[in-house]
């Protein structure tokens, strides 16, 4: 089964700055099938990139994802007081399960 | 407007099955391509994918869980159903439906995120 490991578990910024968040396959993973989700405390999960880069409906431009292979990336360019929220990757390639990381938890500073 | 809510028991004793219920609204899972998962998340802790569920009735279930969960549509209420059997008190979580909406070319549908959620339903599992 592909395990995606996150890093940081936690990242701790203030507003303004810009926050990298990795996530690592444990195998190549075509890059059309994975996934970013932000979730703020008591909701559910919000799609934010789907296809590794692709940002999903109304998700604003400061959200960015890149990479391929093993190595995923969620970029924010410059985080807003909203950002603050744990976000999750997910793979969604070849047949279920489609797994996800154990997340990462913007904080601020 | 897409909506999905989950339905259930909020407490469970050890032993005994779960089932919960998805509701849902502004979509049909007729539609070819279309699927609806269950995630579920432990407090505090990491979400875990568990099962999906398609429009042609092809069912995915996590490996580790297989033995204890089943999925069922009833396409024409719009609903999903999910039973966990055995319950242990590691199966205390919110539990998540959410829909995998279509990723069809001519020929083949292929895998999908998840682009809408329900709420989440906690689920307590406590004699």
């Known amino acids: 089964e592909l395990v995606l490991t996150q890093s940081p578990g936690t990242l701790s910024l203030s507003p303004g700055e810009r926050a990298t968040l990795s996530c690592r396959a444990s195998?190549?993973?075509?890059?059309?099938?994975l996934a970013w989700y932000q979730q703020k405390p008591g909701q559910a999960p919000r799609l934010l990139i789907y296809?590794?880069?692709s940002r999903s409906t109304d998700i604003p431009d400061r959200f960015s994802g890149s990479g391929s292979g093993t190595d995923f990336t969620l970029t924010i360019s410059r985080v807003e007081p909203e950002d603050f929220a744990v976000y999750h990757c997910?793979?969604?390639?070849?047949?279920?399960?489609?797994?996800f990381g154990q997340g990462t938890r913007l904080e601020i500073k | 407007q897409i909506t999905l809510k989950e339905s259930g028991p909020t407490l469970v004793k050890p032993t005994q099955t779960l089932t919960l219920t998805c509701s849902f609204s502004?979509?049909?899972?007729?539609?070819?391509?279309?699927?609806v998962g269950w995630i579920r998340q432990p407090p505090g802790k990491a979400l875990q994918w568990l099962a999906l569920?398609?429009?042609?009735?092809?069912?995915h279930y996590s490996p580790s869980l297989k033995s204890k969960l089943t999925v069922t549509k009833d396409t024409s209420r719009n609903q999903v159903v999910l039973t966990v059997t055995n319950m242990d008190p590691i199966d205390t979580a919110t539990y998540y439906c959410?829909?995998?909406?279509?990723?069809?070319?001519?020929?083949?549908?292929?895998?999908?995120?998840?682009?809408?959620w329900g709420q989440g339903t906690m689920v307590t599992v406590s004699s």
């Open positions: 502004g979509f049909s899972l007729s539609t070819r391509g279309v699927g």
């Open positions: 997910q793979h969604y390639w070849n047949s279920p399960p489609n797994t």
């Open positions: 195998q190549s993973i075509n890059s059309h099938y």
């Open positions: 959410a829909r995998s909406p279509p990723n069809c070319g001519s020929g083949s549908c292929y895998p999908n995120t998840f682009d809408m």
């Open positions: 296809g590794a880069s």
């Open positions: 569920i398609y429009w042609d009735d092809d069912k």
